[in-house]
């Protein structure tokens, strides 16, 4: 048991230290998908890692405690474009950073 927890300790550690430069990073949309940051460079031109991680946990944050989250790589760039605009008003979120930071994450997410 010590062992295991030892490993998971020392995975977590090496997890933190990787650099944010790196193309390879890779973000989960969903426990069955996982994205390179350059496939979401492609959708969203010059999106950081720390953007979508930011754009995620608001997502979450914000659009679970109504209903189920979706999976972004379910619906197109333009089917969310109107999900967003509609679900931005029902949430009540008027800051249009946190706007963005979700947009971006869902863009990037979308198929």
């Known amino acids: 048991m010590k062992i295991l927890l030892l490993f998971i300790m020392i995975s977590f550690l ?6 944010s430069k790196n193309k390879t990073f ?10 390179e940051l350059s496939d979401a460079q492609s959708k969203v031109p ?5 953007r979508l991680s930011v754009g ?14 979706k ?15 509609k679900m931005f008003v029902k949430a009540k979120i008027t800051d249009e950073k946190e706007k963005i930071l979700i947009r ?3 863009m990037a997410s979308s198929k």
């Open 26 to 35: 890779t973000f989960r949309v969903s426990p069955s998908s996982t994205y």
């Open 14 to 19: 090496l997890g933190c230290n990787t650099s």
């Open 56 to 69: 995620k946990k608001l997502y979450v944050q914000d659009c679970s405690g109504c209903h189920a989250l």
């Open 71 to 85: 999976n972004p790589a379910h619906y197109s760039a333009f089917q969310w474009e109107n999900l967003l605009q």
């Open 46 to 50: 010059g999106i950081t890692f720390e």
């Open 104 to 106: 971006e994450y869902i």
